[in-house]
């Protein structure tokens, strides 16, 4: 007797060896890895990595692609025949078939028309409709194991254009080396593509011959957006650090040594550095140096550096008596602060402050004679 399946739900725990599955983005040239906080099974939070169910749906979309190379019979339209991402979208003769009928006879025909579509699920869009066909497979989060998962730190590289041609040839036949070798293990494991393979081909590096960087290879627009954000970067760090803040603990941004800066530097990208970007570019000023002329004639009255400083103290809720005179004091994580100017490693235990105590460990040295 045949048993007939509603749903069927996996749960497993794997071992992946994996590179880039799910980035969540970057700061500067260092990639940022995707991170949730889960509760463990002693009811303790715990941070981390992550990849979202849809990743692997991507990759089991390209594994039944490839199953569906090796079996002809199987139905599949025009769009998923080249595994283009719009599925049926992509199919002209289809939606030319279908565009008189209604919602349910459409998705009855997709049914017909192609298995992918059927499995994958797909909204079709294209003659002005919206049909969807939900996806009869679902990947939940895969979440890391507390104390059992590892991240390394990644960084882009750029290639330089700037070296002699001798250079550049060598960096040619590399690329070659690397399409060739990206071939091969694609034949063998075809969710490489998808876990950090890098696509670099020989004809796409000829066509940087002729430029200068990659700074130089943008538009005039992005260009001068790059210089001018990078010139309030410049500002913002220095009224951050000058208020005894961190710039590296920041809210929106998190992960890099100028988090809190670029938290920061974004309130007036608006009203600085992206209009008069615009505007320069308008007037026929094209050159980085431009915008950090005209924005350092703006910053020049202190004004701007003066604000700020106050927005910064605003946000972390700092008053003007958290500022004034000079302060010796001690951060201590139990007590908040204690008093500077004192050797608290062997005080006795009665003589520390009520709140709570300090910690000190490190090698057994006499006592330091520091004069105040």
């Known amino acids: 007797m045949t048993t007939q399946l509603y749903s069927l739900s996996i749960s497993a725990r794997a ?3 994996m590179h880039s599955l799910n980035n969540e983005g970057g700061e500067g040239n260092q990639i940022q890895t995707r991170m949730v906080n889960i509760v463990d099974q002693h009811g303790h939070l715990q941070n981390v990595n992550a990849i979202s169910g849809d990743m692997f749906k991507h990759i089991q979309a390209e594994h039944l692609f490839q199953i569906t190379r090796e079996h002809a019979d199987l139905p599949l339209c025009a769009g998923c025949r080249e595994f283009n991402a719009n599925r049926i979208n992509a199919d002209a003769d289809f939606i030319a078939k279908t565009k008189d009928l209604s919602d349910a006879d459409t998705l009855d025909a997709v049914l017909s028309r192609c298995m992918m579509d059927d499995i994958e699920g797909i909204l079709i869009t294209e003659g002005g409709r919206s049909v969807p066909r939900k996806s009869v497979i679902e ?10 998962v590892e991240t390394d730190s990644y960084f882009h590289v750029k290639y330089a254009t700037e070296r002699g041609g001798e250079q550049r040839a060598a960096d040619r036949k590399a690329a070659r080396e690397v399409t060739l ?38 538009d005039d627009v992005n260009r001068l957006l790059s210089a001018g954000h990078a010139c309030l970067y410049a500002v913002c760090h220095a009224a951050i650090v000058g208020v005894g803040a961190s710039p590296a603990l920041g809210f929106v941004h998190t ?3 100028t988090s809190f800066v670029l938290d920061i530097a974004d309130l007036y990208k608006a009203e600085f550095s992206i209009p008069l970007a615009f505007d320069l570019v308008g007037a026929g000023k094209k050159d980085e140096g431009d915008i950090r002329h005209a924005l350092r004639a703006r910053f020049s009255d202190g004004r701007f550096m003066q604000r700020v400083v106050g927005d910064v103290l605003d946000l972390l809720q700092v008053g003007e008596d958290d500022l004034s005179g000079d302060r010796n004091e001690l951060w201590d994580e139990r007590s908040a602060t204690v008093a500077g100017g004192r050797n608290w490693a062997n005080t006795p235990e ?3 402050p009520d709140e709570g105590y300090l910690v000190l460990s490190g090698p ?8 105040w």
């Open 350 to 352: 009665a003589e520390l």
């Open 181 to 218: 070798r990206e071939t091969e293990l694609n034949d063998g494991f075809s969710e490489l593509a998808y876990v950090g393979l890098l696509t670099v081909t020989a004809p796409a590096l000829d066509d940087l011959d002729d430029l200068a960087g990659p700074f130089a290879a943008g």
């Open 255 to 257: 992960g890099g040594a």
């Open 139 to 148: 990947f939940g989060w895969v979440v890391g194991v507390p104390d059992r």
């Open 15 to 17: 071992t992946l060896d």
């Open 364 to 371: 057994e040295l006499a006592v330091p004679v520091v004069d």
